[in-house]
């Protein structure tokens, strides 16, 4: 069964800080995808990034930047500079390709605060 | 393109009453999807349509919920005799896809039930 762990439930750092927010996933699969969405407090859920199983190759989004590493099951996400808008919930998620067409398990989330 | 939306956003109701939330989805997109957030957690999966076809329940769906496609556009979820337990963010998504091949899910602001 797929499984997705974000072991920090809570981060506060202050602003301009630089915050890795963690990710490690289980799947039997060998194709699947893996998001990160961001829930602000208004509640809706933002799509950031998907990566394929395929694609190892770190990317980078203006502050944000994904680190995936399949040895370690890990996909981190780190943000550079961070901001008082970046104040929100994120959500790690796994999607298999070969056994569930598209559904997504999702992590119980971190909350970060960015202090000014 | 005007989102996947979601009606009513709130919805606040008497223990035993049944309940109906509405989701429209991206209109190219052939794949809609129910899930469940409650306080501190990750969207939990539901339930999935590719087109009119209910093609997933998960063992959450108890038999008081449920869902409809009639016509692969818009989706339904019905939840009867409401209990305490139902209280949650009740949150749609959409997203194109055929097979193994899935497009990122597009995710509604969610209808926010509170049961009294």
């Known amino acids: 069964a797929q499984k997705v762990t974000q072991a920090q439930t809570e981060i506060s750092v202050v602003e301009k800080e630089d915050v890795t927010l963690d990710c490690v996933y289980e799947?039997?699969?060998?194709?699947?995808?893996l998001f990160w969405y961001k829930q602000p407090p208004s509640g809706e859920l933002v799509f950031l990034i998907r990566?394929?199983?395929?694609?190892?190759q770190n990317e980078i989004s203006g502050r944000y930047s994904w680190n995936f590493q399949k040895s370690t099951s890990s996909f981190n996400f780190t943000i550079t500079a961070s901001q008082v808008v970046d104040s929100a919930v994120y959500f790690c998620?796994?999607?298999?390709?070969?056994?569930?067409?598209?559904?997504?398990?999702f992590g119980d989330g971190t909350t970060l605060t960015v202090k000014p | 393109d005007t989102g996947v939306s979601q009606d009513p956003r709130h919805k606040i109701t008497k223990r035993g009453q049944n309940v109906t939330f509405r989701c429209d989805p991206i209109?190219?997109?052939?794949?809609l999807y129910w899930y469940r957030q409650t306080l501190g957690q990750g969207p939990e999966f539901l339930t999935y349509?590719?087109?009119?076809?209910?093609?997933?329940k998960s063992r959450l769906l108890s038999d008081r919920f449920s869902a409809e496609r009639p016509k692969g556009s818009f989706s339904t979820l019905e939840i009867q005799r409401t209990e305490q337990g139902d209280s949650a963010m009740y949150l749609c998504?959409?997203?194109?896809?055929?097979?193994?091949?899935?497009?990122?899910?597009?995710f509604g602001d969610g209808t926010r039930l509170s049961i009294l």
């Open positions: 349509f590719q087109n009119e076809a209910q093609l997933e």
């Open positions: 209109s190219e997109h052939n794949r």
């Open positions: 799947t039997r699969d060998t194709t699947y995808y």
């Open positions: 998620a796994l999607s298999e390709a070969e056994t569930n067409a598209g559904k997504s398990t």
């Open positions: 998504a959409s997203s194109q896809g055929q097979g193994l091949r899935n497009q990122p899910q597009h």
């Open positions: 990566r394929n199983s395929f694609d190892e």
